[in-house]
């Protein structure tokens, strides 16, 4: 098997990043991409691969290093907004403080 061949968006990531291209945009949708985006724009979700092309224009040359932020700034922002709970020793390590 040929990298890429089952998910493309992982082909494509491997050539864009052995590459060291800093301004390559995904020709590939990748799902939480297009939905962290429109999350954190504020647009229905998720977009498609041409709204997010067109989004991208300013962030000429990084726009690749900007998707990767996108990506890790979208998986955060779920983590948080998940509650979790506090275990017993953190809570009251913090009641001591």
């Avoid at 040929?2 to 052995?18: F, K, M, T």
């Avoid at 724009?41 to 991208?56: D, F, H, M, N, Q």
């Avoid at 290093?65 to 979790?84: E, F, I, K, N, Y």
């Amino acid at each position: 098997m040929r990298v890429g061949e089952r998910d493309p968006v992982i082909g494509e990531l491997v050539v864009v990043r052995a590459s060291g291209f800093a301004d390559a945009m995904l020709q590939v949708a990748e799902r939480k991409v297009l939905a962290h985006a429109a999350d954190l724009y504020g647009l229905p979700s998720p977009l498609t691969l041409e709204r997010l092309t067109e989004l991208a224009e300013p962030w000429r040359p990084f726009r690749t290093w900007v998707t990767v932020l996108l990506r890790l700034a979208g998986d955060r922002s779920r983590q948080r907004s998940t509650p979790t709970a506090v275990p017993r020793s953190a809570a009251s390590a913090s009641t001591r403080l």
